[in-house]
């Protein structure tokens, strides 16, 4: 939790590609510019700008 007491909303390490998308949607995410910095969306999946492995772990200390 950050300082704020707010729960931050992680991106889903993959797109569902569901018609109605969902929240969390990596590409919705993307659009709007909610997504952590460091982090970009290639062929629906979540990745990482330097070229890591994305986990959960270090995706929830980056948001």
Same mark, same amino acid.
């Given at each position: 939790?950050? /300082? @704020?007491? /707010?729960?931050? !909303?992680?991106? *889903?390490? =993959? #797109? #569902?590609?569901? $018609? /109605? *998308? #969902?929240? $969390? #949607?990596?590409? &919705?995410?993307? =659009?709007?510019? %909610?997504?952590? @910095?460091?982090? %970009?969306? =290639? &062929? &629906?999946?979540?990745? $990482?700008?330097?070229? !890591? =492995?994305? %986990? !959960? *772990? !270090?995706?929830? /200390?980056?948001?």
């Amino acid at each position: 939790m950050g /300082k @704020s007491g /707010k729960v931050a !909303k992680l991106p *889903k390490l =993959k #797109c #569902c590609e569901s $018609r /109605k *998308k #969902c929240g $969390r #949607c990596p590409l &919705r995410m993307l =659009k709007d510019g %909610t997504l952590p @910095s460091g982090y %970009t969306v =290639k &062929r &629906r999946h979540l990745v $990482r700008l330097d070229g !890591k =492995k994305v %986990t !959960k *772990k !270090k995706l929830a /200390k980056a948001a």
